[in-house]
């Protein structure tokens, strides 16, 4: 876990302290896996091609 959020330049004690408060309040806990973005520029460029 450590090593995939180093290389994500993310802040693993950010991400601990989000874990262990989402926990026992039943939240939405963080996520190693990026988030997903789409944007309308490149569906565009997709098309036209």
């Given at each position: 876990m450590?090593?995939?959020l180093k290389s994500k330049k993310r802040n693993v004690l950010?991400?601990?302290t989000?874990?262990?408060v989402?926990?026992?309040g039943g939240?939405?806990?963080p996520s190693l896996?990026?988030?997903a973005t789409t944007c309308?520029?490149?569906s565009e460029k997709l098309?036209?091609?």
């Amino acid at each position: 876990m450590v090593t995939t959020l180093k290389s994500k330049k993310r802040n693993v004690l950010e991400f601990i302290t989000q874990a262990f408060v989402a926990a026992p309040g039943g939240t939405t806990t963080p996520s190693l896996l990026p988030e997903a973005t789409t944007c309308s520029d490149d569906s565009e460029k997709l098309k036209a091609a």
